[in-house]
């Protein structure tokens, strides 16, 4: 079931790129911005890019980014996490980037696509849930923004006026699933 707005961010402890073990709890933040992520899915892979200016955006302004592939790496190699971890080392990006093999944490949050954003407060309540961009997978049609919309409101101390939208890109792929193609 997916996370509502006010919701409290489920704990997790899990695997990263960097060799170390993350838990909720390590990140004290003001703000923590978690996305559902892999490695195979063209909207994040276009977006890397644009992913990464918005983390160096507001990195420095107290808002921590961290991405979770919990992908079936059997259904999808390329999710696997030693392509992980050359992910990483190949594009050197400015985030965490954790494992979650059981699938466990993304079912506790509800994600239902790569990317899948849920950004929560410094109490790590849900403020915002959905995309970062209308045009994840073709950057050059980018209209909106709403990732950055959402973190330059709550910055603000202002309301976010949309703090829910539909994630764009591709569906988590389940254990229990087959492989689906992308939601083009």
């Known amino acids: 079931m997916l996370l509502q707005i006010n919701d409290p961010a489920p704990s997790f402890t899990l695997p990263a790129t960097d060799g170390k073990t993350y838990s909720l709890s390590d990140f004290n933040d003001d703000t923590l911005v978690i996305s559902f992520n892999c490695n195979h899915c063209p909207f994040v892979y276009n977006s890397d890019e644009g992913t990464r200016?918005?983390?160096?955006?507001?990195?420095?302004?107290?808002?921590?980014?961290?991405?979770?592939?919990?992908?079936?790496?059997?259904?999808?190699?390329?999710?696997?996490?030693?392509?992980?971890?050359?992910?990483?080392?190949?594009?050197?990006?400015?985030?965490?980037?954790?494992?979650?093999?059981?699938?466990?944490?993304?079912?506790?949050?509800?994600?239902?696509?790569?990317?899948?954003?849920?950004?929560?407060?410094?109490?790590?309540?849900?403020?915002?849930?959905?995309?970062?961009?209308?045009?994840?997978?073709?950057?050059?049609?980018?209209?909106?923004?709403?990732?950055?919309?959402?973190?330059?409101?709550?910055?603000?101390?202002e309301s976010i006026s949309t703090p829910i939208t539909d994630p764009v890109g591709c569906s988590v792929k389940w254990k229990a699933e087959s492989a689906e193609a992308c939601d083009i």
């Open 53 to 157: 200016a918005t983390v160096e955006k507001y990195a420095p302004k107290g808002v921590r980014f961290v991405m979770i592939n919990a992908n079936d790496a059997q259904s999808h190699p390329e999710d696997s996490f030693e392509n992980m971890v050359k992910r990483m080392e190949e594009h050197n990006f400015p985030w965490l980037y954790l494992r979650d093999e059981s699938q466990a944490i993304a079912r506790a949050y509800g994600a239902i696509k790569t990317p899948h954003y849920f950004v929560f407060d410094k109490e790590r309540k849900l403020i915002y849930s959905g995309r970062a961009v209308d045009s994840p997978r073709i950057p050059e049609e980018i209209t909106t923004h709403e990732l950055e919309d959402a973190l330059d409101k709550h910055l603000a101390g």
